[in-house]
């Protein structure tokens, strides 16, 4: 009796647990068998698609009869042997080395030439099946992603509403941390590890009930799904959901500057209250705290020679924010500017709504001359991604300024609260903690450099435009430090003559507006502020705005 391995299998776990295939398939091998006086001296067993070569299990088998340990394999239909044409080659290279080959619920055999050709003729039907099956599954993918439908399940912090195609809905537990996730993460207080440990504290499970993983996380921040897109990574295609957004795209934005700065991911390794916030001028390598004789060092190592003790780090930072002087007299005129402005923008409110419309309407005439330049083959399909995916961004962004519902009123708000944070930005450094300072100096400051034992803080914006304004309005003719370091005469009341060909007395920074009437009163420097308030919504304006616990 010839001996022979038996062999059964199905696609996916699925099928082993909903169904009775393996039952099925070991019945009608057992029948052929015993019929066709066969003796199965083992049986194997897999669950994997027989698309794509490189099952463990087949390949087991293949061995085994290359190295005689049966002679001969049955398999229920050529279907479950193969779906791919290096599969069936290996079969019939088996079938040319002398090891029978037989297929129970098909009359087939590869000994004679009639039923090998039968049999191959069946091998690329099966083939075949699974290309169609393949080309209808991407027609469904392409009709899901161009309906706004994410045609796979849904990220964590979404519900899955079900089969039909229906959008995904933001899970009412699971939204909120996620939403948290990305806020803490982009306050530049956490690291992947560290914020896993905090929303793990928090309730934040991952879709099998467990601890999110740091790759896992990363995953989560990357993922442009949060802010009403769809990436599709196959093929690196960015298409526009339809489902709500759960976070706005300036918070995405900030996380995704954060991720792609590693040097953010170490900035709570050491206990110095400056560790990483300043930077050496000569190499651009964050300075490092370190102890000697009772004293705290911040040093570069890349750089022996930049070296300062925190005492100068303390005092260059009281400098700068003793700049930020705004008397009662100067607080009650910029209160009184405040009012008027906040009055004027409720009225243009309605136009600057009609100006974004028309933006979206010229962004899509550029995303259908996009999509038309690609079917005329002007463009390559990378280039076409491209810049359709910038164009997505854009649309997002408009939409979101669009429906963003903020009121002139609460615009002031945060304006008053600017101009409140830097009436106190001293008096509140001196109060705070370590940790408070790091924050509050975050806020306050942009540039902060060390070359060799002078120590340059400089004011972000708005800051820097208030810190010129009491000098300029009181004429005294001081020289005082500007962003790009250099000394600025000041007058009252009209340009300096180094300003004169720029129109201002600070230069223009890649991270801020530049200011172009410094000398103005202060309606024209409060209406410069307004405009930035209302481009950059997510960044805080006071530091009671970032809360440590959400």
């Not at 394999?73 to 042997?81: E, F, G, Q, T």
């Not at 004027?344 to 309407?361: D, F, M, P, Q, Y």
């Not at 009437?517 to 009671?544: A, F, M």
Request: charged share 30%; with cysteine.
């Amino acid at each position: 009796m010839k001996q022979c391995f038996a062999y059964i299998r199905v696609s996916h776990p699925k099928q082993e647990e909903a169904s009775a295939s393996f039952t099925e398939q070991h019945s009608a091998i057992s029948r052929y068998a015993k019929r066709e006086g066969l003796d199965i001296i083992e049986w194997f067993q897999e669950v994997q698609t027989a698309a794509k070569r490189g099952r463990p299990v087949f390949a087991k088998v293949v061995k085994l009869l290359r190295g005689g340990k049966a002679q001969g394999l049955i398999m229920h239909k050529i279907d479950r042997s193969s779906r791919n044409y290096y599969d069936w080659a290996e079969i019939s290279e088996l079938a040319d080395g002398g090891v029978s080959i037989h297929f129970a619920n098909e009359n087939l055999e590869l000994g004679s030439r009639g039923r090998r050709l039968m049999a191959d003729i069946q091998a690329v039907f099966a083939t075949d099946y699974i290309r169609n099956l393949r080309e209808e599954i991407h027609k469904g993918i392409n009709g899901r992603l161009t309906e706004g439908l994410l045609p796979w399940a849904a990220p964590l912090g979404y519900i899955n509403p079900g089969r039909g195609g229906k959008k995904k809905t933001i899970c009412p537990v699971k939204g909120p941390l996620v939403r948290q996730a990305f806020e803490l993460y982009g306050s530049g207080r956490y690291t992947l590890r560290t914020l896993c440990d905090e929303l793990y504290r928090r309730g934040l499970r991952n879709q099998r009930g467990g601890r999110l993983t740091v790759s896992g996380l990363a995953t989560l921040l990357n993922n442009p799904f949060f802010i009403g897109l769809m990436l599709y990574k196959k093929r690196g295609e960015l298409h526009k959901g339809a489902h709500e957004a759960l976070i706005p795209k300036a918070l995405f934005d900030r996380v995704q500057r954060r991720l792609h700065d590693k040097a953010q991911q170490a900035i709570k390794k050491h206990v110095f209250i400056y560790r990483r916030m300043f930077r050496c001028a000569r190499c651009g390598f964050s300075l490092i705290g370190e102890r000697q004789k009772g004293h705290a060092y911040y040093r570069c190592h890349s750089c022996s020679r930049t070296c300062v003790r925190e005492e100068a780090l303390e005092g260059a930072i009281r400098e700068a924010l003793a700049s930020l002087r705004i008397s009662p007299e100067q607080r009650k005129s910029f209160d009184a500017a405040v009012t008027d402005l906040v009055g004027e923008h409720e009225g243009k409110e309605e136009e600057v709504r009609e100006a974004l419309k028309r933006e979206l309407t010229s962004l899509q005439t550029r995303q259908d001359r996009l999509v038309d330049a690609y079917l005329e083959g002007a463009l390559d399909k990378e280039t076409f991604e491209s810049r359709k995916t910038r164009l997505l961004f854009e649309r997002r962004d408009l939409e979101e300024r669009l429906a963003d519902d903020t009121s002139a009123a609460e615009y002031g708000q945060r304006l008053s609260e600017i101009l409140e944070l830097a009436s106190t930005a001293l008096l509140s450094h001196e109060m705070a903690t370590g940790e408070e300072r790091r924050e509050h100096l975050e806020i306050l400051t942009s540039n902060r450099k060390v070359e060799d034992k002078n120590v340059e803080v400089e004011l972000a914006f708005p800051f820097s435009l208030l810190a010129h304004l009491p000098k300029i309005q009181s004429g005294a003719r001081k020289r005082v430090r500007s962003r790009s370091g250099t000394n600025l005469p000041e007058a009252s009341g009209a340009r300096s003559r180094d300003s004169s060909r720029s129109g201002t007395n600070l230069p223009e920074s890649a991270d801020t507006p530049p200011l172009a009437h410094p000398v103005s009163g202060p309606r024209h420097i409060l209406e410069e502020i307004y405009d930035w308030i209302r481009k950059n919504p997510e960044v805080p304006t006071s530091v009671l705005g970032t809360s440590r616990d959400c």
